[in-house]
């Protein structure tokens, strides 16, 4: 069977780009030529109807024009629960034509929780009777414990599925706590920044389930934000068995010679997500809103430019790629 980071792998030299598309459309923000009638003149339940069915047509509009630019998808399971079960339908409908294109997709729900809900939440997004037939990875949330991690094992080994635990995650506030300083009794006294030991963590948990891959990567991945590229580049060094999952791309302010350094020697064990900045491209390209899909294509073929020339000024572009 294949292991997730060999489908990682053989999708991004597929297509010579290890970008990821964030499908994360705001229901109050989506252009009106998805919409059958404007939201704001219907009752709630048609309302949540409308606007599920908008950010479906939406969605399948972006992917038809990535297609074969792009090979990852990562749709945030928030922007569609905030629809309640049409947005659910949306989301699933979203990951089926993905999957039917041939993406590989990565559902961010930073999902967890102790003993048996860890396993409902490993059984809803793998099994299958949930999306375990259009999801490929799961973001999960590692901050309970291996406990909590073990239920998503089963899939990873038998039915090739992947994960990315949050270790350094983008947002600004996430010094509050990743970034504290714990003294460790056993080394003497000496500190460690929090998201360091969870990274450590993770290497253990790759070690104790003997689950690092034929290429040297496992199917536990870490979810470590641009918008920090000194610590990028620590964790790069400390988890080399975990691809990266890097957020903060373009949007929040990553920039791509930030991204580089989440890569290896040879170019590979990070992926890089966009999501506004290429859903919503026609906005900053002032495109008529029924050009989306349009802008969304240039967007993802600038940000693949733009990476793989970030990669080759590092001497990280995979051989044999061309930008």
Avoid at 189 to 216: M, P, Q, S
């Amino acid at each position: 069977m294949v292991d997730f980071s060999e489908k990682i792998f053989s999708k991004i030299n597929e297509i010579q780009n290890p970008s990821v598309v964030g499908l994360d459309p705001r229901a109050k923000t989506l252009p009106s030529c998805v919409l059958d009638e404007d939201p704001e003149k219907l009752d709630d339940e048609e309302k949540l109807k409308v606007l599920a069915l908008g950010i479906e047509r939406f969605n399948k509009e972006i992917i038809e024009n990535i297609d074969g630019i792009v090979g990852i998808v990562k749709p945030n399971a928030a922007f569609y629960e905030a629809l309640g079960e049409y947005g659910i339908k949306a989301l699933k409908e979203t990951c089926k034509f993905a999957k039917k294109k041939g993406f590989i997709v990565i559902a961010d729900g930073k999902r967890n929780d102790i003993g048996s809900t860890a396993e409902a939440y490993a059984k809803g997004w793998f099994g299958e009777l949930g999306f375990g037939k259009c999801v490929d990875a799961l973001t999960v949330n590692p901050y309970l414990g291996f406990d909590t991690i073990k239920p998503f094992v089963h899939y990873l080994k038998k039915k090739s599925k992947g994960i990315f635990v949050l270790v350094k995650t983008s947002n600004p506030s996430s010094k509050d706590f990743q970034d504290l300083d714990v003294k460790i009794e056993e080394d003497g006294n000496k500190t460690k920044k929090l998201y360091e030991i969870v990274a450590e963590k993770t290497n253990e948990w790759i070690e104790v389930e003997g689950l690092e891959g034929e290429g040297g990567y496992s199917p536990i991945g870490a979810v470590v934000g641009a918008t920090y590229p000194e610590e990028l580049a620590i964790l790069r060094e400390k988890m080399p068995h975990s691809i990266f999952l890097i957020p903060g791309y373009g949007f929040q302010g990553g920039k791509a010679e930030d991204v580089a350094l989440g890569f290896d020697e040879n170019g590979y064990g990070a992926i890089v997500n966009s999501s506004r900045g290429i859903i919503y491209a026609y906005q900053k390209l002032d495109l008529p809103e029924e050009k989306f899909g349009e802008a969304a294509k240039i967007a993802a073929v600038n940000m693949r430019k733009d990476i793989l020339s970030a990669l080759e000024k590092h001497n990280r572009l995979p051989k044999g790629w061309k930008i």
